[in-house]
């Protein structure tokens, strides 16, 4: 079955760097685009970046265009978000999806960026 494991979350302060990892399994890989959504407190999940089932295209949300970028490794089964100058509004849980028949979910990486 697809599974989606999130790792690389964690506390950082404002304008520091986190490199979020999702480690695929259950499904061809290489053939699916992949995306990371996030979810803050009281808030509705949004997408935060897209990338294509190649790596050739990405899409990035408003919010973290210029601070974002969404890579992946075929060979490994691995999505990643390198995300730099981080603010307190980044905040959330972030999540790995793929849609595969269906969305599917990882578990979340809680990002927390705070002094």
């Known amino acids: 079955q697809v599974q989606l494991v999130e790792s690389g979350g964690g506390l950082v302060q404002p304008g520091g760097s986190l490199r979020l990892s999702c480690a695929a399994s259950?499904?061809?890989?290489?053939?699916?685009?992949m995306g990371w959504f996030r979810q803050a407190p009281g808030k509705e999940r949004e997408l935060v970046a897209r990338?294509?089932?190649?790596?050739?295209?990405?899409y990035y949300a408003d919010s973290m265009k210029g601070r974002a970028t969404i890579s992946r490794d075929n060979a490994k089964n691995t999505v990643f978000l390198q995300m730099n100058s981080l603010e307190p509004e980044d905040t959330a849980v972030y999540y790995c999806?793929?849609?595969?028949?269906?969305?599917?979910w990882g578990q979340g990486t809680q990002v927390t960026v705070s002094s």
């Open positions: 259950g499904f061809i890989f290489s053939r699916y685009f």
């Open positions: 990338i294509s089932n190649t790596g050739g295209s990405t």
């Open positions: 999806n793929v849609y595969v028949t269906r969305d599917y």
